[in-house]
């Protein structure tokens, strides 16, 4: 069992900014991956931003505006958003990758999602 309890959604005007948090519980062995996805309403979800111990990626929609970063002793997960848009209103998901004991295969668990919406 892991839990993924996601903070930091809000409203906002263009050109401010949140940071989004998700901090992951239970019987965890390690995490392997930890990323964001966000779904506006009619759209598909989307991978935002996603961290391993060694590398980050981002969606070409945000590069130069978000960080992704960990935490691992706190085990989470942040995505600092600056210089927000309009159309980065969304619903934001935490993901995680995590082994839950040292012969277990990885498994995805998702957070519950937070709202951001972004004013013109």
């Known amino acids: 069992q892991v839990q993924l309890v996601e903070s930091g959604g809000g409203l906002v005007q263009a050109g401010g900014s949140l940071r989004l948090s998700c901090a992951a519980s239970g019987r965890i062995f390690e995490i392997n991956t930890m990323g964001w996805y966000r779904q506006a309403p009619g759209n598909q979800r989307e991978l935002v931003a996603a961290?391993?111990?060694?590398?980050?990626n981002y969606a070409d929609s945000v590069k130069g505006r978000f960080t992704i970063s960990r935490d691992n002793a706190k085990k989470t997960v942040y995505l600092q958003m600056n210089s927000l848009k309009p159309e980065d209103t969304a619903v934001y998901y935490c993901?995680?990758?995590?082994?839950?004991?040292?012969?277990?295969?990885?498994?995805?668990?998702w957070g519950q999602g937070t709202q951001v919406t972004v004013s013109s």
């Open positions: 961290i391993t111990s060694g590398s980050t």
């Open positions: 993901n995680v990758i995590v082994k839950r004991a040292m012969w277990s295969r990885p498994n995805d668990y």
